[in-house]
């Protein structure tokens, strides 16, 4: 790969980055297939270049039976036929850093697709073979095998155990999928599992990738007696947050610091604990994680002013920066998130018809986008955030195709929702995701009202969540104080946050229902119309002064 252009050294450039995440399926489509693929991101750069973002991270674009959105790997070394080639994606990656953006891969080491090589060799091998031992394949428990081996669940639903079927047609041995029953998990204890993924951290980083995202990367280990799951206080979790981790994610930073150019790994690492999370942030293992905590924190003062705190406590004695989420391809959109009258973020209350006022939602997701841009570390924006997309909740339940939702008997609409195809243009759905005269509707339908929503709409509108954005993120590069940095709270009225991120710089917040007193300054940018020296309820502002 000797004329592949590396990232240049710019060592910390990780610890103020803005990354824009892209959900390949729902992006741009080039073919006209009505699914998004790699040469429509291509053909997108220069928004992304305009938006100003750092990087991309790019949600799995490898061969996959699509069971759960690509998360089902099958090959990592390739690329799904339906998003392109393996080609096009280093020309991605070239063409992203000419423009100085650099591409994050998604690697999912927890598990791989029931499609995979590996798993088709365990499944004929047939009992007892070695290549069985690659994963976690138990007897059932009952008289006949008939139980599941132990009473772990699926985070889709359901147990996390799936049987199998033996060659002579009688129910077999289980395998464990703490995912789908697409999704067997692998058994980091095996050599093989090891070697294997360092090797493909090689592959994409030998073809520029400037990082990786690593999927479900506290759930990876398991306790090899794969022993109930209990409630008995001191008992160490069986599957989260085990001990033995550490020492895999030390591998592989040693492999992305043998690399020029700061090549960071971003941990999906989904803890209650503070303390527990930044574990993995020491020196030696990751770069960042992503901040849950922020993310799924409801729209109130104590609790947003909490979460602040705490986020920066647990980062400190580690030295990595903190990251600010929003929204993602798993969560609600953040303006319908902020238009509930609850406003934080749980799996578990996923429902569908809750009541959301869009308008509220909006203003509050403004605000919040001035209040993630304006806090120490790097910030994570999802595609279609900067379009303030809400979730689209009237999918025709036959077009869903989340895992979530199947194994939900119709209860849990599951995660499409926020995955529909991006709008760029026109007045009529494709709304130029797909190019003009595409018969192939989009993957997922999008809602016939998102005329204005669409990127060009939103360009020419001053007022726009888009031209928000990029006012944002142009003041964001310009400010010395922003990005990685100092904080300080300054004194507040009772529901406003106020904080200093350097001399000069102040960035103030009303999430109490009246207007707040404007703190002295020069105003640099507003969520929203200010009132003579007053700042409305759920408005940002960043001042100089
Ligand atoms: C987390 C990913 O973000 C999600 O989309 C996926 O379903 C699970 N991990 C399993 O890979």
């Not at 063409?95 to 953006?101: F, N």
């Not at 996923?350 to 001035?370: H, N």
């Not at 400010?479 to 200093?500: I, K, N, Q, T």
Request: glycine share 8%; net charge negative; aromatic share 10%.
């Amino acid at each position: 790969m000797a004329d592949t252009p590396q990232p240049e050294a710019d060592e910390n450039w990780w610890r103020g980055a803005v990354i824009y995440q892209v959900y390949p399926r729902s992006f741009a489509d080039s073919n006209g297939d009505g699914t998004g693929d790699l040469a429509g991101v291509r053909s997108r750069l220069p928004y992304l270049a305009e938006l100003g973002v750092n990087a991309l991270w790019f949600c799995p674009w490898y061969p996959s039976p699509m069971a759960d959105g690509g998360y089902d790997v099958a090959d990592y070394r390739d690329v799904e036929p339906v998003f392109g080639t393996l080609a096009e994606a280093e020309k991605l990656i070239s063409e992203a850093l000419a423009l100085g953006i650099r591409t994050i891969i998604d690697i999912v080491p927890n598990h791989i697709s029931a499609a995979h090589p590996w798993f088709r060799e365990a499944l004929a091998a047939g009992p007892g073979s070695p290549a069985r031992e690659r994963f976690w394949f138990r007897p059932g428990r009952g008289e006949h095998g008939e139980l599941p081996p132990n009473n772990w669940p699926s985070q889709f639903g359901g147990p996390a155990w799936t049987r199998t079927t033996d060659q002579d047609g009688t129910p077999g041995d289980w395998f464990l999928n703490l995912f789908d029953s697409e999704q067997p998990d692998l058994n980091w204890n095996h050599p093989d599992v090891r070697a294997e993924h360092e090797d493909i951290l090689r592959f994409w980083f030998d073809r520029g990738a400037g990082g990786v995202r690593i999927d479900s990367a506290a759930m990876v280990s398991k306790d090899p007696g794969l022993p109930d799951l209990t409630d008995e206080p001191g008992v160490p979790h069986p599957y989260v947050d085990r001990d033995e981790l550490h020492d895999i994610y030390r591998g592989w930073r040693s492999i992305a610091d043998s690399y020029p150019g700061a090549r960071i790994l971003v941990g999906e690492v989904w803890l209650p604990d503070a303390e527990r999370f930044a574990r993995y942030l020491r020196p030696d293992e990751m770069h960042t994680a992503f901040n849950f905590d922020f993310l799924a924190c409801p729209w109130e003062p104590a609790r947003l002013r909490t979460s602040i705190d705490t986020t920066l406590a647990a980062h400190a004695p580690v030295s990595a920066p903190a990251t600010w989420v929003l929204c993602n391809h798993d969560v609600t959109r953040t303006v319908t998130r902020y238009g509930r009258a609850d406003t934080g973020f749980d799996f578990a209350t996923k429902a569908f018809g809750i009541p959301t006022d869009l308008e509220l939602g909006t203003r509050r997701a403004r605000a919040a986008a001035l209040l993630t841009l304006a806090l120490p570390g790097s910030v994570y924006l999802y595609q279609g955030e900067e379009l303030g997309l809400p979730e689209v909740e009237d999918i025709p339940l036959d077009k869903l195709q989340d895992p979530m939702y199947l194994r939900s008997a119709d209860t849990n609409p599951g995660r499409d929702g926020c995955r529909v195809p991006l709008p760029w243009g026109g007045s009529a759905s494709p709304f130029g995701f797909s190019p003009a005269g595409t018969t192939a509707e989009p993957w997922l339908p999008q809602p016939a009202d998102w005329a204005s929503r669409t990127a060009d709409a939103q360009a020419a509108d001053p007022d726009s969540m888009l031209s928000l954005y990029r006012a944002a993120m142009r003041l964001r590069r310009a400010e010395a104080g922003l990005g990685d940095g100092s904080f300080a709270w300054l004194d507040s009225a009772p529901g406003v946050l106020a904080f200093r991120r350097s001399p000069e710089f102040v960035c103030v917040l009303n999430l109490a229902d009246s207007p707040a007193q404007l703190p002295e300054g020069t105003v640099l940018l507003a969520s929203g119309p200010l009132a003579e020296g007053r700042l409305p309820a759920d408005t940002a502002v960043w001042l100089r002064g």
